[in-house]
C-alpha cells in the first residue's frame, strides 16, 4: 500500500476523516503521478511499518488512521503520566558530565539503589558493557531484570543529549513500554512511534516496531540521527515474514550502538561476528539460564478444564492457558464458567466493580464482561485493544483465576502468571501444522513464575483432548456387559483433526530440555525498499543503487538468495520507473524529487494504485461521493482481507454466532 502525507491545498469531502482530493488531473503521467501521490495519501497509510498484532502478511494488512499525541481516545490516566519521574534527579545530575560514561554510570546505580532494587550478577556485567564501548546482546531468562539494563542505555544516551530507539515486537508492547518509560524519565522525554499513532516523536527515547527503525535505517542510513538502539525480544529476528526488520538495521546504522535482548536467542556468532565486522565494535554477549523464580514441570493425562481444576486446587494461580487459535482460547474460557471454579460473592462483586471501569459497547463486549465477573480472563490479538488492557489489569491486580490466550503471551505481554498451561503441543504456522519450536516453547513456558509476584512457577501440558476422550472411553468399553454394547461405544472414537500433528510426554520433554537454535536470516527487499534506499541515498548525497546492493551483501542470508535479490532489485528498478517513481540520469538511478520525504510503498501492489488513482480522478471528475466509494474500493481490493472478519460474515450469514468468540469486536 501507499503511504504518503496529504497535500496542504487538498479540499475534499471527508471519509472516517480522510480526506480525498478532487481535482482534475491531466491525463499525462508526468501530470498524473505527482496527484495520484497527493490522493492515495489521503485514503489510508496501511502495511508493514504499521505491524504490531499479527505476524503473517494477512494479519498486517491493517488500515490505521494516523493519530495526534492529543488523541482523545486514550484514557486520561495514560495521555498525561503525571507522577514525578523516579530517575529525573539522576539524570539531572547525570547531564552535567555528557563526556563522562563512568560518572554516568554511577548516577544511575544510584538510581536504582534509591528505588531499592539489587543487582543480580548478569545484570551488573551487562550494565557495566552498556556504558562501555561496544555492542551488547542480553541473553536471559524471563524476569531476570533485563528491562533494567535496557533502561541503562536509555539513561546513558538522555544524559549525553543523544537519541535512543526502543523497538518492540507489537504495537501493544510499545504502549506498554511508553507508558512504564514516562514513569522513568518523564513524558517530555519519550516519544513512541507504531504506524498509526505518533506521540512526541522527537523526544530523546522513541518506543516504536521495528518496522519503524527498519524505515529509519533504510532511508537515512549511517545519517540517522540517533545513537543507540534497544531491541526487545530480538528472537524475532528468525520471523519469516517480519524478521527483515531486526536485520536491517543492524547493517545500515555503522554509528548505533545496540543492546539485543531476547531469552531464547541460541548461538549466533556469525551474526555477531558481521555486526562486529561492519560497525568496528565489539560485541559482548552476556547469557545465563539462571532462573529468579525456578520452575517445575508437569505433563497431566487430563483435559484442559481438568487439568485448570487441579492447578486451582493447588493454589498454583493465577493460570495461563495457551490456545493456537483464538477461537480455541474462547471455548476454552466460556467452559471454564462453571461451579467448581465460581468466585465467592464477595469475589463477584469486587470482579464486577472492576469491570465497570470500563464500558462493554461492542457485540462481544457483554459475552467477555461476564467471562470477567466469573475470574476467567481472554487475551488474544483479536479483542479490543481496550479489552485487552482490562484483561491485563485484572491480572496484575490478582483478580483473575484463569486467563485463556494465545501465544501472545510469549512475546513479552506483561501479565504476571503463576502457571502456564499448553493445551497443544502443535500451531499453524501460516502453511501447515508443525510442533512448536523449542524457541516458542521457551518464550512461553518463561512467563510462567514472574520474578516479584511468585517464588515458584509452573509449566503444565496436557495430551491432545482425543487421546483423553479414547482412553476414558476405553474404560467404559472394557466394562461394559456385552458385546453390542461394546461396539456402540467403539463408534464414538474420536479422531484428530484434519491436518493434526500428535505429541505426546516424550515431546513435551524434548522441548523442555532443547536448546533455542540459532537465528536464521530472513532478510528480503520489496520495491518500497529499494524506493526508500534511492530517497535517503538522494538526500544525503549518495549512490542509492551501490547502497542497495551493499545492502544485499551485508544481509546474513545464504548465496543463491544474494542472488536472487540482486535479480528482484532489477525488476524492481524497472517497475519503478515504469510508474514514475524513479528515474535516471545519466549512470545513476534516483528517486523522483517531486516525491515527500515520507511517501512509502508499504506492499508490491502498491504500484497499482499508483497507475489507476488517476483514472478514477478523470473519471469521476465532480462528482465527490462516486470518487469516494470507487477510491476506497480500489484500495481494498489489494489489501488481503481480515481473515476473522470475513470468516464472522461468512457464520452471520449462515445463522451462526460462534465467530464471536474470534473476532471480540
Not at 498525561?80 to 547525570?94: D, F, I
Not at 550494565?127 to 524471563?142: C, K, Q, R
Not at 493447588?314 to 482460547?329: I, K, L
Not at 468399553?477 to 505426546?504: H, M, T, Y
Request: with cysteine; proline share 5%.
Amino acid at each position: 500500500m501507499l503511504a504518503l502525507p496529504s497535500l496542504p491545498h487538498a479540499t475534499s469531502p471527508s471519509i472516517s476523516g480522510i480526506s480525498i482530493h478532487t481535482e482534475r488531473l491531466d491525463a499525462t503521467r508526468a501530470e498524473a503521478v505527482p496527484s495520484c501521490r497527493s490522493i492515495c495519501a489521503a485514503v489510508l497509510v496501511l502495511g508493514t511499518a504499521c505491524v504490531g498484532r499479527g505476524t503473517s502478511r494477512k494479519s498486517r494488512a491493517q488500515c490505521d488512521r494516523k493519530s495526534s499525541a492529543t488523541d482523545s481516545r486514550l484514557p486520561l490516566t495514560e495521555q498525561s503520566p503525571v507522577s514525578e519521574p523516579s530517575s529525573k534527579r539522576y539524570l539531572l545530575r547525570a547531564r552535567q558530565h555528557p563526556h563522562d560514561p563512568q560518572s554516568i554510570k554511577q548516577d544511575f546505580l544510584e538510581s536504582v539503589a534509591d528505588k531499592g532494587l539489587q543487582l543480580y550478577a548478569k545484570q551488573a556485567e551487562a550494565i557495566d558493557a552498556v556504558f562501555g564501548d561496544t555492542h551488547v546482546v542480553l541473553s536471559t531468562p524471563t524476569g531476570s531484570g533485563k528491562s533494567l539494563v535496557a533502561a541503562a542505555m536509555l539513561f546513558r544516551a538522555i544524559a549525553e543529549g543523544k537519541k535512543a530507539y526502543f523497538t518492540c515486537p507489537i504495537k501493544a508492547l510499545v504502549s506498554e513500554k511508553f507508558f512504564s518509560l514516562c514513569h522513568d524519565f518523564g513524558p517530555q522525554l519519550v516519544g513512541m512511534a507504531t504506524g498509526d499513532v505518533s506521540i512526541n516523536p522527537t523526544a530523546p527515547v522513541l518506543c516504536c516496531t521495528a518496522e519503524v527503525l527498519a524505515n529509519v535505517a533504510l532511508r537515512d542510513g549511517p545519517a540517522a540521527g540517533l545513537a543507540y538502539a534497544v531491541m526487545d525480544e530480538f528472537h524475532f529476528f528468525d520471523d519469516k515474514s517480519r524478521g527483515y526488520a531486526w536485520e536491517v538495521p543492524l547493517f545500515r546504522l555503522p554509528h548505533v550502538t545496540f543492546l539485543l535482548m531476547s531469552a531464547t536467542m541460541g548461538s549466533n556468532q556469525a551474526l555477531y561476528s558481521n555486526l562486529s565486522a561492519y560497525s568496528g565494535r565489539e560485541v559482548q554477549t552476556i547469557t545465563s539460564t539462571d532462573r529468579p523464580v525456578p520452575l517445575d514441570w508437569s505433563y497431566l493425562f487430563k483435559t484442559a478444564k481438568d487439568a485448570i481444576n487441579d492447578l486451582v486446587g493447588s493454589g498454583r494461580t493465577p493460570v495461563y492457558a495457551v490456545c493456537f487459535t483464538q477461537q480455541d482460547a474462547a471455548t476454552l474460557a466460556q467452559s471454564l464458567v462453571c461451579k467448581e471454579l465460581a468466585p465467592s460473592e464477595q469475589e463477584k462483586q469486587v470482579l464486577a466493580e472492576e469491570c465497570k471501569s470500563l464500558e462493554f459497547d461492542t457485540p462481544y463486549g457483554d459475552r467477555l464482561r461476564q467471562l470477567l465477573v466469573n475470574g476467567i480472563g481472554l487475551h488474544h490479538a483479536g479483542l479490543l485493544p481496550k479489552y485487552r488492557r482490562l484483561v491485563e489489569r485484572m491480572a496484575q491486580s490478582g483478580l483473575l483465576t484463569c486467563i485463556c490466550g494465545t501465544d501472545t503471551l510469549g512475546v513479552g505481554v506483561n501479565v504476571p502468571i503463576r502457571s502456564v498451561l499448553f493445551t497443544q503441543l502443535c500451531k499453524y504456522n501460516g502453511e501447515t501444522t508443525v510442533l512448536v519450536t523449542p524457541r516458542q516453547f521457551h518464550q512461553i513456558a518463561g512467563r510462567a513464575g514472574r520474578r516479584g509476584y511468585d517464588t515458584q512457577g509452573s509449566v503444565v501440558a496436557i495430551p491432545p483432548a482425543h487421546e483423553v476422550y479414547n482412553r476414558k472411553l476405553q474404560a467404559e468399553i472394557e466394562s461394559a456387559e456385552n458385546k453390542k454394547e461394546r461396539e456402540r461405544l467403539k463408534k464414538r472414537r474420536r479422531s484428530p483433526k484434519f491436518n493434526f500433528v500428535e505429541w505426546d510426554e516424550k515431546t513435551f520433554c524434548d522441548l523442555r530440555t532443547s536448546a533455542p537454535s540459532p537465528l536464521m536470516s530472513r532478510f528480503q527487499l520489496s520495491q518500497g525498499h529499494v524506493l526508500s534506499l534511492l530517497q535517503g541515498a538522494q538526500q544525503h548525497s549518495r549512490d542509492g543503487m551501490a547502497e542497495v546492493h551493499e545492502l544485499i551483501s551485508l544481509s546474513l542470508c545464504g548465496k543463491k538468495d544474494k542472488q536472487h535479490w540482486a535479480q528482484q532489485v532489477h525488476q524492481y528498478t524497472e517497475a519503478l520507473s515504469s510508474a514514475g517513481l524513479i528515474q535516471r540520469y545519466g549512470d545513476l538511478l534516483q528517486a523522483d524529487s517531486t516525491l515527500q520525504r515520507d511517501f512509502l510503498l508499504m506492499e508490491d501492489v502498491s504500484l497499482f494504485l499508483v497507475d489507476v488513482v488517476p483514472l478514477l480522478q478523470w473519471g469521476y471528475a465532480g462528482d465527490n461521493g462516486k470518487l469516494a466509494r470507487a477510491m476506497l474500493s480500489v484500495v481494498e481490493a489489494i489489501c488481503e482481507e481480515p481473515k476473522a472478519v470475513v470468516r464472522a460474515q461468512a457464520d452471520d450469514r449462515s445463522g451462526s454466532r460462534e465467530h464471536l468468540g474470534t473476532l471480540g469486536e
